[in-house]
């Protein structure tokens, strides 16, 4: 069966990874040696010499990656902030990174800090790309689709036909490669945080980039190397642990979070609902086309009167903290949390303001986690 033409959860349990040739084991094994010997000097006995450079249990992980995302090849990382910042040293110095308003905080703060090479920074609406004269400078451009937190949506192949030239990134942790693939669609390179969806148990930090063509990919690897912010290989382990059961679990989310969307939508407390699988969402014909379905979160304000800081934590089923994309549901105040590092003046301008909740939908019973939101929203306004 050649696995690349497989459907996708098949490819989840077979994809880049082969029973170990030596034992037959069906997982790959955990590989802790930091070092391989050598036949004579230069001389490997295997395919391999030093762990930072490459690692069996890392390979057997950056495989299944690539076969899910259809990329030739995947480069993984420390965490998730770790693969942002390896692609964002592709850039030389003085050249123009082009990306989307609505950022993940720890890729904002990284965007405007001094750690990556002097450059030029624009955010702009990639949710409306005409309205953008400067896509020919650009020489990296970096999208969220959907954005954390307020998921727009970005059309991946407008984009790609207004930036021929350019090094095209998205950021597909929100939707996992279950739910979209953006290679697929034009771009060059696809980021995951792997912490969330891919991992999806909540106990790992990882990162990963998987690339269309082999010159990005030597170029990320070699990055990978010179830098060292690579996984150990237990942190592989559980992340292709994961992945074994990852179309599953997302069909649950997915299902899972349309309920709760269209529970909250009908709240009377509730002013405003944002999931992109909703036709009430303003890019939802986009995220239709270029995407299957609206993923498994959710963000929604609160109408005056009810606190969404006591909300938060007063939810039953729902586990106050950061992070996503894991079975437990968790509940988020990005304002507060996350994106606290963006400065105030901004986040409002963004609408990223107090009542602005954020639901990372798990795979309870639907119905006790509409329950537990009933809950924290009453709780709010007594």
């Given amino acids: ?88 040293r592709l850039l030389k110095p003085g050249q123009t990174l082009v990306s989307g308003r609505d950022l993940y905080g720890g890729t904002a703060r990284l965007f405007r800090s001094d750690v990556l090479p002097t450059r030029e920074w624009l955010s702009v609406d990639t949710t409306e790309p005409d309205r953008f004269e400067g896509w020919k ?129 009908k709240h009377p407390l509730v002013e405003e609902v944002i999931w992109p699988g909703h036709p009430s969402h303003p890019q939802h014909e986009v995220q239709r086309r270029q995407a299957r379905g609206g993923g498994g979160i959710i963000s929604f304000r609160v109408k005056e009167g009810c606190s969404a800081p006591q909300a938060v934590s007063q939810m039953t089923f729902w586990t106050l903290a950061e992070s996503l994309g894991g079975v437990e549901s968790l509940v988020c105040l990005p304002s507060k949390m996350t994106h606290a590092s963006i400065p105030e003046r901004e986040r409002e301008n963004r609408g990223i303001t107090d009542e602005l909740i954020r639901l990372s939908v798990g795979i309870e019973d639907c119905d006790d986690l509409i329950r537990g939101i009933e809950r924290g929203l009453q709780k709010a306004t007594s």
């Fill in 137 to 265: 400078k650009a020489n990296l451009i970096w999208v969220e689709t959907p954005t954390n937190p307020l998921l727009e949506v970005t059309d991946i192949a407008q984009i790609r036909a207004l930036a021929p030239q350019a090094i095209l990134a998205v950021d597909n942790t929100f939707m996992s490669p279950a739910l979209q693939n953006p290679l697929s669609l034009g771009a060059d390179l696809v980021v995951h945080s792997t912490t969330k969806y891919i991992g999806g148990h909540s106990d790992v930090v990882g990162g990963c980039v998987i690339a269309k063509e082999r010159v990005l990919c030597e170029r990320l690897q070699s990055i990978q190397n010179d830098a060292g912010a690579i996984p150990g290989p237990l942190d592989c382990y559980l992340q292709l642990r994961g992945i074994k059961t990852l179309a599953l679990r997302m069909e649950r989310h997915l299902k899972s979070a349309g309920k709760i969307a269209r529970f909250l939508e």
């Fill in 1 to 88: 069966m050649k696995k690349r033409e497989s459907h996708f959860e098949t490819r989840c349990i077979h994809g880049g990874q082969e029973p170990d040739p030596q034992t037959g084991a069906v997982m790959p094994p955990v590989s802790l040696s930091s070092t391989y010997a050598q036949s004579a000097p230069a001389k490997p006995v295997g395919d391999y010499e030093y762990s930072r450079t490459n690692n069996p249990t890392r390979h057997a992980l950056e495989s299944a990656l690539a076969n899910l995302e259809g990329g030739v090849g995947a480069v993984a990382f420390a965490s998730g902030m770790a693969a942002v910042d390896g692609v964002m």
